[in-house]
């Protein structure tokens, strides 16, 4: 994981950003704007949220190594932390407007924009359609060569082939 750059805002280090960080935000912006979130359409959000940074930034956004499974892209541990929940939205009354902000100010306005687009681009879209969209891409694509649609895996997808595949997509 050698590809890490140091957060800085103005020459003074930024607190580390984590997954933690980027689900939060996803669901508390969830919450504020009553559009429901599940663990399902979370993996996904935050699996685009780490491969468009680093294809745009050239950096990873968050710490933690993405597995080829069944319904998409998943960050086991932060799976774990929503398996409880199983296809029902996500309830987290703690992640408000005020929390909103707090991630935003954490995380500081270059990646606030940045999770501003990913939004917009991505949030209206359903869990199934995020999957489906997933399942297009070349990063899963390689990561469950020679597997059966249905057969288990935990093998990762590289973080290089995320930069790859989104760096045909940028705009010029």
Not at 77 to 90: T, V
Not at 121 to 132: D, G, K, P, Q, V
Not at 145 to 162: A, F, T, V
């Amino acid at each position: 994981m050698g590809d890490i750059i140091p957060l800085h805002r103005g020459g003074e280090k930024m607190a580390k950003i984590t997954y933690y960080d980027i689900a939060d935000y996803f669901i508390s912006f969830s919450n504020v704007t009553n559009d429901l979130i599940t663990n399902l359409k979370l993996q996904k959000l935050v699996y685009y949220a780490q491969a468009w940074h680093v294809t745009i930034f050239k950096n990873r956004l968050f710490e933690g190594d993405f597995q080829a499974w069944v319904h998409g892209p998943v960050l086991p541990s932060l799976y774990d932390d929503y398996k409880k929940f199983r296809w029902k939205p996500i309830e987290r009354d703690d992640l408000d407007e005020k929390s909103l902000q707090q991630i935003r100010n954490k995380i500081g306005e270059e990646k606030t924009e940045f999770m501003e687009e990913l939004i917009e681009e991505y949030f209206t879209l359903s869990a199934y359609e995020l999957e489906r969209l997933t399942h297009e891409e070349e990063p899963w694509r390689k990561a469950r060569k020679g597997l059966s649609p249905d057969q288990p895996s935990s093998r990762e997808i590289q973080i290089r082939w995320m930069k790859e595949y989104y760096d045909k997509f940028r705009e010029i």
